[in-house]
């Protein structure tokens, strides 16, 4: 151990030198609960703070409990226990009026010691990352959500827009019509914007996870260095597969028109700025005016007019998306990195770990029983009944 290391302990010890252990670890007959089901500090880290490194007792496996364990503080009894992978505190029965005060100053020092101890933590764990053994946390629902809900929201906007288009607005008058079209265009066109920005996000989510099981390279980290062309090549064999490389083409065209632009303020480089120019001499009369470098600014859709995405450009990049995705779905080997990714386990980096995953990729039919029985046997795990 570095002294570093354990001169936190020792600080740690010091934190929390009031907690008496027990010979044994005793459940109180009475008591009331002061803090259920917290989350902050995790319970992974109160556990090994009072475990490990305490050493207080464990009193083992209880309901809907994998652990828990009990010390004095201030000649109370206390006792801190899982539940469902959160934790709680519990304390004596309160008479005095006292004890929820000093089950605070519990929470307290167990709070302020973890502090330390999440520093010893981290630099031990950081070993291990790399090694390249760890996991990606699985974020496809949380970013494939945020991606389809701005989706739904453009194409229900486009319907209205089209109704509304189609219609001779008689019914509201033509300027309240000719505003509320451009107010459905605006819409599209904000929607766009986080709809682009939401894709891009999920796709660099996949590329990870896709990387994982494909390993075209030795080093994550280094991968996760390269420009964002180089690493959707080195995962999908654009070289060989003529759809994968249509889906590529897409891509960086719609990267480099819309969400390079939109993810840097509208100014990318030099190309984007105004300059003044002389263009009208009368004599007594000039006047100058602002141009871009090159007249080649204008033609780019994004940098004029009132919408930085027309509708119809936004039909467009959604059909791209969209068919990116249909694509995985009926490929192999992608069709069971989505089956899996949709299972929601975290993503390991370990080979031998991806390995026995792979082994259960025959069909689509056994990989979904293999990930139906994890799922079962990892809820039974976090609802505490096995």
């Given at each position: 151990?570095l002294?570093e290391?354990?001169?936190?302990?020792?600080?740690?010890?010091?934190?929390?030198?009031?907690?008496?252990?027990?010979?044994e670890a005793?459940?109180?007959?009475?008591k009331t609960?002061?803090?259920?089901?917290?989350?902050?500090?995790?319970a992974?880290?109160?556990?090994?703070l009072l475990?490990k490194?305490?050493h207080?007792?464990?009193r083992?496996?209880?309901?809907?409990?994998?652990?828990?364990?009990?010390?004095?503080?201030k000649n109370?009894l206390?006792?801190?226990?899982d539940w469902?992978?959160?934790?709680?505190l519990y304390?004596?029965?309160?008479?005095?009026?006292?004890i929820?005060?000093?089950?605070?100053?519990?929470?307290n020092k167990?709070?302020?010691?973890?502090?330390?101890?999440?520093?010893i933590?981290?630099?031990?764990?950081r070993?291990k990352?790399?090694?390249g053994?760890?996991?990606l946390?699985?974020?496809?629902h949380?970013?494939?959500?945020?991606y389809?809900?701005?989706?739904?929201?453009?194409?229900?906007?486009?319907k209205?827009?089209n109704s509304?288009?189609t219609?001779?607005?008689?019914?509201?008058?033509?300027?309240t019509h000719?505003?509320?079209?451009?107010?459905?265009?605006?819409?599209?066109?904000?929607?766009?914007?986080?709809?682009?920005?939401?894709?891009?996000?999920?796709?660099?989510?996949?590329?990870?996870?896709?990387?994982?099981?494909?390993r075209?390279?030795d080093?994550?980290?280094?991968?996760?260095?390269?420009?964002?062309k180089?690493?959707?090549?080195?995962?999908?064999?654009v070289?060989?597969?003529a759809?994968?490389?249509g889906?590529?083409?897409?891509?960086?065209?719609?990267?480099?028109?819309?969400?390079?632009?939109?993810a840097?303020g509208l100014?990318?480089?030099?190309?984007?700025?105004l300059?003044?120019?002389?263009?009208?001499?009368?004599g007594?009369l000039?006047?100058?005016?602002?141009?871009p470098?090159?007249y080649?600014y204008?033609?780019?859709?994004?940098?004029?007019?009132?919408?930085?995405?027309?509708?119809?450009?936004a039909?467009?990049?959604?059909?791209?998306?969209?068919?990116?995705?249909?694509?995985?779905?009926?490929?192999?080997?992608?069709?069971?990195?989505?089956q899996?990714?949709q299972?929601?386990?975290?993503?390991p980096?370990?080979k031998?770990?991806?390995d026995?995953?792979?082994?259960?990729?025959t069909?689509?039919?056994?990989?979904?029983?293999?990930l139906?029985?994890?799922?079962?046997?990892?809820?039974?795990?976090?609802?505490?009944?096995?």
């Amino acid at each position: 151990m570095l002294p570093e290391s354990q001169n936190k302990i020792d600080q740690i010890c010091e934190i929390l030198k009031n907690f008496i252990p027990l010979n044994e670890a005793t459940d109180p007959t009475s008591k009331t609960a002061l803090l259920k089901e917290y989350f902050n500090p995790p319970a992974y880290i109160v556990r090994f703070l009072l475990l490990k490194i305490l050493h207080l007792k464990d009193r083992g496996i209880a309901d809907k409990s994998l652990w828990g364990t009990s010390f004095k503080y201030k000649n109370y009894l206390f006792e801190v226990s899982d539940w469902k992978g959160s934790w709680c505190l519990y304390g004596p029965v309160d008479r005095k009026k006292e004890i929820p005060r000093i089950g605070l100053e519990v929470q307290n020092k167990i709070t302020k010691a973890v502090k330390v101890l999440d520093g010893i933590l981290s630099n031990k764990l950081r070993s291990k990352v790399k090694m390249g053994d760890f996991s990606l946390q699985n974020v496809y629902h949380k970013l494939s959500g945020i991606y389809h809900f701005y989706e739904k929201e453009i194409l229900d906007t486009e319907k209205q827009y089209n109704s509304s288009r189609t219609s001779d607005g008689k019914m509201m008058g033509l300027v309240t019509h000719i505003a509320r079209n451009h107010d459905l265009k605006s819409k599209i066109s904000n929607y766009s914007f986080a709809l682009i920005v939401s894709f891009f996000s999920l796709l660099e989510f996949m590329l990870d996870a896709i990387y994982s099981f494909e390993r075209p390279t030795d080093n994550f980290w280094e991968y996760k260095k390269m420009d964002f062309k180089e690493r959707f090549k080195l995962v999908f064999p654009v070289n060989k597969d003529a759809e994968a490389k249509g889906f590529y083409d897409e891509f960086i065209k719609i990267r480099e028109r819309y969400r390079n632009p939109l993810a840097h303020g509208l100014l990318r480089n030099e190309e984007d700025v105004l300059v003044s120019l002389d263009v009208l001499d009368l004599g007594l009369l000039s006047m100058e005016e602002l141009v871009p470098l090159s007249y080649e600014y204008l033609s780019n859709k994004i940098n004029y007019g009132n919408f930085c995405i027309k509708d119809d450009d936004a039909v467009k990049v959604i059909d791209s998306f969209r068919g990116f995705i249909k694509f995985l779905e009926k490929n192999k080997p992608y069709s069971f990195y989505i089956q899996y990714l949709q299972a929601g386990f975290p993503v390991p980096m370990n080979k031998e770990k991806i390995d026995e995953i792979k082994k259960t990729m025959t069909t689509p039919y056994n990989f979904s029983k293999y990930l139906e029985a994890r799922s079962d046997t990892e809820d039974r795990i976090i609802n505490r009944d096995i």
